[in-house]
């Protein structure tokens, strides 16, 4: 051992021999003093042998018998104004990453004392001084050693996870610095210090390695604080590397050392927060050609697993695919593999909504990215994405998805095609078909939100008058032309004729020259008869009231008069023809309910009938099961006239000066008169006989027993869900409009057994019309009567809806089992309280 190192280690060790053991207050500030001389301040350049040898070898055991020895007693033997100086010093100038790992293992070793609360003032004093930073430094510098492995490992999870051991130990008493939301931007702030002397270092022709910095990113990162470390380096970076390629470069090689189980959260966090492709490009160089995990995330994780992104990242991430010709060939195949998923027929029934949209805008911006020699070069693949696609969006049973598969359609065909080939669609425009069809065009880079600058000078000021110049300056240009229409205006006022009065023509008719018929016979006549649009429009606006004035007349050609209005094509575009149809069908359904609904549900199933008729029937008899089971209008009117009536004769009798008096006596003896109670102020309702009660089983019992046979044209399994859907829709209303009915159990027991075998369709429509059946049958079914009649089957019911409502892909379908999920907790509930 040399003579040098022989002096210090003895120095040393009688300096922890003194700390320890002695009592004078004088010996113990000469030991730390003669300490104090190995210690270099933080930019110290050449230390000498001896300072080499005692931060080497003893600098860490001495801090430890520092932290051991610190109490409120020992303190006092120091100087008051000399304790930061003799003791805080040792922590502050000496080599970081021991420090730090003394401090912390100190503060996690200890209970809550004067020796954990010394240390944490420390740390954090450590912390504010941009020792971190130092720390990170030295660590980059030596990553050569090979000792620095392990001591690399134990430093990343410390520095990472401080905030974790902070609040662990300190609980309630931790400090603002060790939250999570000040101190990782406060790392970030650490990390690009590094990377500013970084720089330096490269352009004084040094070689340095950025690899811890690298993994300390991405360890922090993968921990899910991304957004407050990332926001702290982006704007910065985002200034450093619009003109200097050295930056881009230290841009470049920091995302390329991430190690490739944390590059996920770091890649993700820089598209996210990238103002535009072109920063993007600066900040990730060609990641995705040279990393495969960068290339997966980028190219298909983003735009196909993932839907929560906004348009601007979107943009901003295929505008970077699109940014070079070595990326180009990426985003041909990003387009290919969206329009792939865009046309599976699978995946729309089995994706929600959302995700469709999303990967519907995601083509439309990919497509806007291509040079046009590029779409002349694939554009026969393309089209036949787009034809797939959009014959699997037009046979969706959702009006939603069908329109997505219009706009998009329109925005491809306007792109791969030219002139009189491009695909047009008639359609309701709505806020997102137009924000689908903005996308269509490229974002320009001036559009761009530039990074916040962290310091600015006095040009802002300068920068907010000239925009208020400019702003009265268009104020005033504004001003000029209104001006000169309102003279024009007034110059035409004068002009004009005020004598000539308009005619009111708000009273006037419009002149017809066909009567109304007056008789049903002459109704069934014009419709199976006539060719005149004006007789036929007459007569089916009367076809209602014409119906319910006269049942007697109605019920003898009531099967004839469904028949003929099933049939009746809107041949001359009557105005509101579908309605007035259905009304008039409605009203002979409710006049003459058996035979009528016997012949619609024959009808049904059926050869020779469209699809609308069929709909037509279904929508007919869940209307006039919606009407019987409602109280009879024209009692309930009568009661309310009757009601109208008293309440007017009531009225004038107070407003007679004759009845004055009795007035004032009524209200005297009001007054005066104590009353425990009080009658009804209008009368009572009077209870009428459910006419659907009688009669409900001829609704719903047909069109669930001629659903199988064999004669049946339909696989409605198969070929038709949207006509599936329906029928389960409608046999669900009429079960709802039969509560309270006897034959209500018979009704939602059917309705069980035939739903069992679809619960799981492929089709959404389908599932969700399953789904309303449920929650009909619990909503119309005594609960008692079901939990005796079909409890085994509401156990399944059960375990089917809990699977439904975590794993099925559509929002709609999740809500839905949910709410039937809590109608049988509550039937539990009810049947509990039954028993005690």
């Not at 920091?254 to 990238?274: H, I, K, T, Y």
């Amino acid at each position: 051992m040399e003579p040098e190192n022989l002096e210090v280690r003895c120095l040393v060790k009688q300096a922890i021999v003194t700390l320890s053991s002695s009592r004078d207050s004088a010996e113990i500030t000469r030991s730390l003093q003669s300490m104090k001389q190995y210690l270099g301040g933080p930019e110290s350049a050449a230390p000498s042998p001896k300072s080499e040898e005692f931060v080497n070898t003893h600098y860490s055991h001495f801090l430890r018998v520092l932290t051991s020895n610190l109490s409120a007693d020992w303190l006092l033997l120091l100087p008051i104004d000399q304790e930061k100086e003799l003791f805080d010093y040792f922590f502050l100038n000496g080599p970081p990453h021991q420090a730090y790992l003394v401090l912390l293992d100190t503060i996690t070793a200890t209970s809550p004392s004067l020796r954990q609360e010394r240390c944490v003032q420390i740390l954090e004093q450590f912390l504010r001084e941009g020792r971190m930073a130092q720390l990170i430094w030295e660590v980059c510098l030596k990553h050569t050693l090979p000792y620095t492995a392990s001591l690399r490992e134990t430093l990343l999870n410390k520095i990472s996870a401080l905030p974790d051991h902070m609040a662990n130990k300190l609980e309630k008493n931790n400090r603002a610095i060790f939250y999570p939301k000040d101190y990782y931007p406060l790392l970030g702030q650490e990390m690009l210090s590094v990377l500013e002397r970084t720089c330096e270092q490269l352009k004084g022709g040094m070689d340095c390695s950025l690899s811890f910095v690298s993994q300390l990113l991405g360890k922090v990162c993968i921990q899910g604080h991304t957004d407050a470390v990332l926001q702290t380096l982006v704007p910065r970076l985002t200034v450093l590397t619009q003109t200097d390629c050295i930056w881009q470069r230290i841009c470049w090689r920091l995302v390329e050392n991430v190690p490739e189980r944390w590059m996920e959260n770091v890649v993700s966090g820089l598209v996210r927060l990238a103002a535009g492709p072109e920063v993007l490009s600066r900040l990730l160089g060609s990641i995705v050609l040279k990393n495969k995990k960068a290339e997966f995330v980028l190219t298909h994780k983003f735009l196909l697993l993932q839907y929560q992104h906004k348009n601007s990242v979107l943009q901003s991430l295929l505008g970077y695919l699109a940014g070079e010709k070595s990326r180009g060939c990426l985003l041909i195949e990003v387009l290919k593999k969206l329009l792939e998923t865009w046309g599976n027929s699978s995946a729309l029934r089995h994706t929600p909504i959302e995700q469709q949209l999303y990967i519907s805008k995601a083509i439309i911006i990919s497509l806007a990215q291509l040079t046009n020699s590029q779409v002349q070069e694939h554009k026969a693949e393309l089209l036949s994405g787009m034809m797939t696609g959009m014959e699997c969006h037009l046979d969706s049973n959702l009006p939603r998805v069908r329109q997505l598969g219009m706009v998009v359609a329109e925005c491809l065909s306007a792109r791969l095609n030219s002139g009189d080939h491009r695909l047009k669609f008639q359609y309701a425009e709505d806020d997102e078909s137009r924000e689908l069809q903005s996308l269509s065009t490229p974002r320009p880079l001036s559009s761009w939100k530039a990074p916040p600058q962290q310091h600015r000078d006095g040009g802002s000021q300068v920068e907010s008058r000239q925009n208020a110049a400019e702003g009265r300056q268009n104020m005033a240009e504004s001003r000029q032309p209104v001006q000169r229409v309102q003279d024009t205006e007034s110059e035409s006022e004068l002009d004009s004729d005020d004598e000539l009065i308009p005619y009111d023509l708000s009273i006037d008719t419009e002149l017809q020259r066909s009567r109304a018929p007056v008789y049903i016979n002459d109704c069934v006549e014009v419709l199976m008869t006539s060719a005149d649009p004006e007789r036929i429009e007459i007569t089916l606006k009367v076809v209602e009231n014409l119906i319910r004035k006269n049942p007697t007349a109605s019920r003898e050609v009531s099967v004839q008069f469904a028949k003929i209005l099933l049939h009746l094509e809107d041949k001359f575009n009557i105005s509101g023809f579908v309605g007035l149809r259905q009304r008039g069908l409605v009203a002979i359904t409710v006049t003459d309910i058996i035979p009528v609904t016997q012949y619609l549900t024959s009808e049904f199933y059926a050869v020779n009938y469209s699809l609308s008729q069929r709909l037509d029937i279904l929508d007919v008899l869940a209307l006039a099961a919606q009407e019987l089971s409602q109280p009879d209008s024209s009692q309930r009117t009568a009661n309310e006239s009757t009601f109208t009536e008293l309440l007017r004769k009531g009225a004038s009798d107070l407003h007679d000066p004759s009845q004055q008096w009795k007035k004032i006596i009524k209200e005297r003896i009001e007054n005066k008169t104590r009353r425990f109670a009080k009658g009804t102020s209008r009368p009572e309702p009077k209870a009428v006989p459910n006419r659907l009660s009688s009669v409900a089983g001829h609704f719903f019992f047909p069109l669930i027993k001629n659903y199988d046979r064999p004669q049946t044209p339909f696989d409605f399994l198969a070929e038709q869900p949207l006509m599936m859907g329906r029928l389960i829709h409608t046999l669900a209303i009429l079960v709802y409009f039969s509560v309270n009915i006897p034959i209500a159990i018979h009704m939602g027991k059917a309705l069980l057994d035939f739903i069992w075998a679809v619960r799981y369709h492929r089709d959404v429509y389908v599932r969700q019309g399953t789904l309303f059946a449920v929650s009909s049958v619990l909503l119309s079914v005594p609960s008692h009567l079901l939990l005796t009649e079909v409890p085994d089957e509401l156990l399944e019911l059960r375990f089917w809806l809990a699977d439904v409502a975590e794993n099925d892909p559509d929002e709609g379908c999740r809500g839905s089992a949910l709410q039937s999920l809590l109608l049988l907790e509550n039937f539990k509930k009810k049947l509990g309280a039954i028993t005690e």
